[in-house]
């Protein structure tokens, strides 16, 4: 009772921003994104969400709580929903479930701090390069991906916080120095961590920086 087994085609969504916050979501398979709308219209992508995630969690706050963003399935995806009350129970029955449930949040906070950081004091192309590998899974639990989701320049200058002709020219950068590979959807090596590291490459800006840990990988 409470829970429901979810299977959503790319583009369909979740929820959406401003809709009542009832239940919470748990990732099994796909990739998801969340997104916020401003006041001006202005969409912006704000996380990725990948399996073994829960979003969501705003539902637990509040009982009559709104979305504060939009889930939309970037490929197929199948997720568990919990409501909001059975979530709740389950947290205090089920002791193993907490622990995974704190250290995801726990994990998220580090995420969100990592973002700022890296936001604030790492030039346009080092917060690409991160964002990528984030998106391959390097340095998280389990083989990386070897292609990443279908995203456009467009998004990911919206996750970094530049323009999408910055997104192009070093996207057209990491290609031309073997550090990626695309042709519809983006292939990542691994010796792409050399630009948030420093190593073996010339400076593409400068601007100063510093590396920022993620999820395991520095």
């Given amino acids: 009772m ?10 369909e969504a979740f929820f959406a921003q401003g809709t009542l916050a009832q239940s919470i979501f748990y990732l099994h398979k796909g990739r998801a994104k969340l997104t916020v709308v401003s006041h001006s219209g202005k969409e912006a992508t704000i996380a990725l969400v990948s399996a073994g995630d829960f979003f969501g969690e705003e539902s637990l706050r509040d009982v009559d709580g709104q979305r504060t963003v939009t889930a939309t399935a970037i490929t197929r995806c199948t997720a568990l929903q919990i409501d909001r009350e059975e979530m709740i129970q389950a947290l205090h029955r089920e002791h193993a479930l907490s622990d995974v449930f704190v250290k995801f949040m726990l994990t998220r906070a580090m995420r969100v701090q990592a973002d700022l950081v890296d936001q604030l004091f790492n030039s346009s192309e080092k917060r690409l390069a991160r964002t990528l590998l984030l998106m391959a899974r390097y340095g998280m639990e389990g083989p990386p991906e070897a292609l990443i989701p279908p995203i456009t320049q467009e998004t990911l200058a919206n996750m970094i916080g530049t323009t999408r002709s910055r997104v192009n020219f070093f996207m057209n950068r990491f290609r031309k120095l073997g550090l ?37 990988l520095n």
């Fill in 180 to 216: 990626i590979e695309y042709k519809g959807r983006i292939r990542v090596h691994e010796e792409l961590v050399n630009v948030i590291l420093n190593e073996d490459l010339e400076p593409l800006t400068e601007r100063s920086s510093i590396s920022i840990p993620y999820y395991g």
């Fill in 2 to 11: 409470g829970r429901r087994i979810m299977q959503l085609s790319a583009k």
